[in-house]
């Protein structure tokens, strides 16, 4: 079982710059994400509300890109309620999920290597 923090929403001044973005009937916000992570934790981020099939993806870098990382999606911020985690690997990657129902939902970094990384990327929520 990892280790849990909880990291609320990005939001201007807080973790990064927001951006907001057209596309398609309702636009979507980008949110900078960055921070440090120690091994074995997972950071939340959000909630954010999504409608059915809206897409939210993630797109990060970290180092030591020796590190085991896997991005999630959440209904809550509890490991239990994360699903569709997704291994990302060499110091950076991408991740996205379409949600099915309308809802409330978290990012999800796992740190699952013993040491501590350093990460920054784009949440598109």
Not at 16 to 28: D, E, L, T
Not at 54 to 73: H, R
Not at 99 to 112: K, P, R, T
């Amino acid at each position: 079982m990892a280790r849990e923090r909880v990291r609320r929403r990005a939001t201007r001044g807080a973790t990064g710059r927001r951006v907001v973005r057209g596309g398609g009937a309702i636009p979507q916000a980008g949110y900078g994400i960055r921070g440090s992570l120690d091994g074995g934790y997972i950071a939340y981020y959000g909630p954010y509300y999504e409608q059915p099939n809206a897409l939210l993806s993630v797109q990060i870098n970290y180092t030591p890109a020796s590190a085991t990382v896997q991005l999630g999606i959440c209904t809550g911020t509890t490991q239990g309620s994360c699903f569709n985690w997704q291994p990302i690997s060499n110091g950076s990657g991408s991740a996205g999920w379409q949600v099915q129902q309308a809802g409330y939902f978290y990012l999800a970094i796992w740190n699952q290597a013993a040491g501590s990384i350093d990460y920054n990327g784009v949440l598109q929520a």
